[in-house]
Protein backbone atom coordinates (compact mmCIF):
# COMPACT_ATOMS: atom_id res chain seq x y z
CA UNK A 1 0.00 0.00 0.00
CA UNK A 2 2.05 2.71 -1.00
CA UNK A 3 1.18 6.24 -1.04
CA UNK A 4 -1.79 5.41 0.90
CA UNK A 5 -3.61 7.04 3.55
CA UNK A 6 -6.90 7.76 5.10
CA UNK A 7 -8.15 10.59 6.51
CA UNK A 8 -11.05 12.22 7.74
CA UNK A 9 -13.43 13.93 5.24
CA UNK A 10 -14.04 17.61 5.46
CA UNK A 11 -16.72 20.36 4.03
CA UNK A 12 -14.66 20.75 0.88
CA UNK A 13 -14.78 17.06 0.19
CA UNK A 14 -18.85 16.96 -0.41
CA UNK A 15 -18.18 16.70 -3.90
CA UNK A 16 -15.64 13.60 -4.00
CA UNK A 17 -18.07 12.16 -1.33
CA UNK A 18 -21.11 12.71 -3.49
CA UNK A 19 -18.98 11.26 -6.46
CA UNK A 20 -18.13 8.29 -4.72
CA UNK A 21 -21.82 7.80 -3.55
CA UNK A 22 -22.36 7.59 -6.90
CA UNK A 23 -20.25 5.09 -8.02
CA UNK A 24 -21.24 2.76 -5.62
CA UNK A 25 -24.86 3.19 -6.42
CA UNK A 26 -23.67 2.49 -10.37
CA UNK A 27 -22.01 -0.66 -9.04
CA UNK A 28 -25.35 -1.33 -7.30
CA UNK A 29 -27.01 -0.78 -10.47
CA UNK A 30 -28.66 1.97 -8.19
CA UNK A 31 -28.06 5.36 -9.53
CA UNK A 32 -31.56 6.26 -10.15
CA UNK A 33 -32.33 5.80 -6.63
CA UNK A 34 -29.39 8.97 -5.50
CA UNK A 35 -31.51 11.66 -4.93
CA UNK A 36 -28.77 14.04 -2.66
CA UNK A 37 -26.40 16.55 -3.60
CA UNK A 38 -23.39 17.60 -2.72
CA UNK A 39 -24.86 20.76 -1.16
CA UNK A 40 -27.21 18.51 0.84
CA UNK A 41 -24.27 16.17 2.11
CA UNK A 42 -22.27 19.07 2.94
CA UNK A 43 -25.04 20.38 4.88
CA UNK A 44 -26.04 16.95 6.86
CA UNK A 45 -22.75 15.81 7.42
CA UNK A 46 -20.83 18.41 8.38
CA UNK A 47 -23.41 21.13 9.61
CA UNK A 48 -25.78 19.02 11.03
CA UNK A 49 -23.50 16.64 11.80
CA UNK A 50 -25.66 13.46 11.43
CA UNK A 51 -22.88 11.36 9.70
CA UNK A 52 -18.91 11.16 9.32
CA UNK A 53 -16.66 10.10 6.54
CA UNK A 54 -13.13 9.17 5.87
CA UNK A 55 -11.93 8.78 2.22
CA UNK A 56 -9.48 6.48 1.63
CA UNK A 57 -6.48 8.31 -1.25
CA UNK A 58 -3.93 6.71 -3.43
CA UNK A 59 -1.89 8.94 -4.75
CA UNK A 60 -3.74 11.55 -3.61
CA UNK A 61 -6.60 10.65 -5.48
CA UNK A 62 -9.68 9.43 -3.73
CA UNK A 63 -10.30 5.83 -4.12
CA UNK A 64 -12.73 4.94 -1.71
CA UNK A 65 -14.79 6.09 1.88
CA UNK A 66 -16.42 4.95 4.70
CA UNK A 67 -19.58 7.01 5.64
CA UNK A 68 -20.82 6.10 8.79
CA UNK A 69 -22.85 7.57 12.20
CA UNK A 70 -23.06 7.11 16.04
CA UNK A 71 -25.87 4.50 17.39
CA UNK A 72 -25.85 3.87 21.27
CA UNK A 73 -27.16 0.13 22.19
CA UNK A 74 -29.65 -0.03 25.14
CA UNK A 75 -29.00 -3.39 26.15
CA UNK A 76 -25.13 -2.99 26.56
CA UNK A 77 -25.35 0.95 27.84
CA UNK A 78 -22.63 1.73 25.32
CA UNK A 79 -21.99 3.80 22.12
CA UNK A 80 -20.72 2.53 18.91
CA UNK A 81 -20.89 3.20 15.01
CA UNK A 82 -22.97 1.92 12.17
CA UNK A 83 -21.25 1.45 8.92
CA UNK A 84 -23.46 2.83 6.18
CA UNK A 85 -21.52 2.22 3.26
CA UNK A 86 -18.17 1.13 2.52
CA UNK A 87 -16.45 1.32 -1.31
CA UNK A 88 -13.42 1.07 -2.92
CA UNK A 89 -13.29 1.52 -6.73
CA UNK A 90 -13.05 -1.51 -8.25
CA UNK A 91 -9.73 -0.64 -10.06
CA UNK A 92 -7.72 -0.45 -6.70
CA UNK A 93 -9.47 -3.32 -5.11
CA UNK A 94 -7.14 -6.33 -3.97
CA UNK A 95 -4.97 -3.97 -2.21
CA UNK A 96 -6.38 -4.02 1.05
CA UNK A 97 -7.71 -0.62 1.08
CA UNK A 98 -11.43 -1.86 2.43
CA UNK A 99 -9.47 -3.67 5.54
CA UNK A 100 -7.92 -0.41 6.44
CA UNK A 101 -11.03 1.48 6.18
CA UNK A 102 -12.78 -1.07 8.96
CA UNK A 103 -9.48 -0.71 10.65
CA UNK A 104 -9.43 3.09 10.95
CA UNK A 105 -12.88 2.94 11.71
CA UNK A 106 -12.49 0.18 14.63
CA UNK A 107 -10.49 2.74 16.29
Do not use: W
Amino acid sequence: MTNFHIRKATPEDAQTIYDLIYKLAVYEKLENEVVTTPDELREQIFEKKYAEVIIAEEDEKPVGFALYFHNFSTFVGKPGIYLEDLFVEPETRGKGYGKALLVELAR
